[in-house]
Structure formats: C-alpha cells, structure tokens
C-alpha cells in the first residue's frame, strides 16, 4: 500500500511563501492526477491544485498566480509552491494521487496526513 507523506507547513507571516512537499513511498504507476487540497477549520475541504499525467496543471480561482503545483518524477513527489500567502489560506493541507494500477485499471485514491499552514496578519 502506498503512503504520501507531506511536509512544509508551518507559520507564516501574510505575504511569505511555503514550499509542500508530498512525497510517495514508492513509485505509483499509472497516475492520473496528483493533487493539493485543503480545508480550513468548519469548512469543507476543497480543491487548490491538480497536475495531469501529461503535465496539464489547474488551481482554484483563490490562488491562482500564487500556487504552482510541480512534479518530480524521479523521486515521487510533487510540490506546492506557494507565495504571497494570506490569512485566508491558513488551512490543512493534505496531497491526494488518483490512479488506476493493473490489472483492473479501477482508478483508486490516496491521501496524505495533511500538513497546517497558518497565514498570519
């Protein structure tokens, strides 16, 4: 089975940056997307980055211009690099893989353990 471990958070002042960094515990073949959530304290937990199998990479209309999300093939993980932080982006955030292995090539999902970032004023 395989595990995602992020790390990165911490706390910040509004207008810094973080760099999340998820990494698997293996190789995962047959990845269909790889992706950064988050959800803020009574809220639910909602989209903030994907990347696709060719590359193809979509945000949240919040943080788009201040996330890129990125990708390391060769050592499994994938990166969310986030600048100019706000208050409003205090959140766990949490890595998910979709993916679809042999032989059913039914697509599954992984998540990690979430990582806080807290965004002060």
């Known amino acids: 089975q395989v595990q995602l471990v992020e790390s990165g958070g911490g706390l910040v002042q509004a207008g810094g940056s973080l760099r999340l960094s998820c990494a698997a515990s293996?190789?995962?073949?047959?990845?269909?997307?790889m992706n950064w959530y988050r959800q803020a304290s009574g809220k639910q937990r909602e989209l903030v980055a994907s990347?696709?199998?060719?590359?193809?990479?979509n945000y949240a209309d919040s943080v788009k211009g201040r996330f890129t999300i990125s990708r390391d093939n060769a050592k499994n993980t994938v990166y969310l690099q986030m600048n100019s932080l706000k208050p409003e982006d205090t959140a766990v955030y949490y890595c998910?893989?979709?993916?679809?292995?042999?032989?059913?090539?039914?697509?599954?999902?992984?998540w990690g353990q979430g990582t806080l970032v807290t965004v002060s004023s």
């Open positions: 998910n893989v979709r993916f679809s292995p042999p032989p059913t090539y039914v697509e599954v999902e992984v």
């Open positions: 293996r190789t995962i073949f047959s990845i269909n997307t």
């Open positions: 990347v696709t199998r060719g590359g193809t990479t």
